[in-house]
């Protein structure tokens, strides 16, 4: 089953706006990951927050990590058309694994 | 630094053939995996590989589904019967040590099951 539940599951906005998306899981993690997918694409990871961290920044992109609600979120500034794709968060969990568990994605349109 | 190489990237077969996908994963990387991403969802560990051993593959239908690596680099994962259900993207997916919480995706093969 998956970890993460992410919200919301599809988000449109203009290009030049902000775009927030988050992401819930359930069980304790050594860290969470963003990734980005685009259109018949591989996935791209894009920041990664340990967790014991509250907050990363990686140029346009800020990640927040609240432990204690079990949410994360990522935001890009001053979006633009190319940021169009679906974003999935992943959580690593406690154990040695180093495995990825994925969240069911946000579909993010960025309209020119 | 090559990218993790899939093919083919799209296949389309009948219920019940059998199809195979093939991945060659970045250059000295031990660890390899397959992901099932159905449409709408995000990936789904199928079975992860540390050299040529499986380490998981508690999510993967051994009914139907196999893999291997045999020489802890290439890898190849079979299908045999295909059902409609198996209808997605088959990702690839291979770490190293040198950031070891990262992965890195190869792009895909669609396989469509009609």
């Known amino acids: 089953s998956q970890q993460g539940e992410e919200d919301p599951q599809a988000l449109s906005i203009q290009e030049g706006e902000n775009a927030t998306m988050n992401c819930s899981y359930k069980t304790s993690i050594n860290n969470l990951q963003w990734y980005r997918q685009n259109s018949g694409r591989g996935l791209v990871h894009l920041i990664l927050i340990r967790s014991n961290e509250r907050e990363k920044h990686s140029g346009r992109l800020r990640v927040t990590l609240d432990t204690s609600k079990k949410s994360s979120s990522l935001l890009i500034t001053a979006s633009r058309a190319a940021d169009t794709a679906s974003y999935f968060c992943?959580?690593?969990?406690?154990?040695?694994?180093?495995?990825?568990?994925f969240g069911s994605g946000t579909r993010l349109l960025v309209r020119p | 630094e090559a990218g993790v190489a899939q093919s083919p990237r799209y296949k389309i077969i009948e219920k019940r053939q059998s199809v195979a996908f093939w991945c060659n994963p970045i250059?000295?990387?031990?660890?390899l995996y397959w992901y099932q991403q159905i449409l709408g969802q995000g990936p789904k560990l199928l079975i992860q590989f540390q050299n040529n051993g499986v380490v998981d593959d508690s999510q993967l239908p051994k009914d139907r589904f196999s893999a291997e690596r045999l020489k802890g680099v290439d890898s190849t994962l079979k299908i045999q019967p295909a059902k409609l259900e198996d209808s997605a993207v088959y990702l690839c997916?291979?770490?190293?040590?040198?950031?070891?919480?990262?992965?890195?995706f190869g792009p895909g093969t669609r396989l469509t099951v009609t």
């Open positions: 992943a959580t690593v969990l406690m154990d040695s694994s180093y495995k990825l568990i």
């Open positions: 997916a291979s770490r190293g040590t040198e950031r070891p919480y990262e992965q890195y």
């Open positions: 250059s000295g990387h031990a660890t």
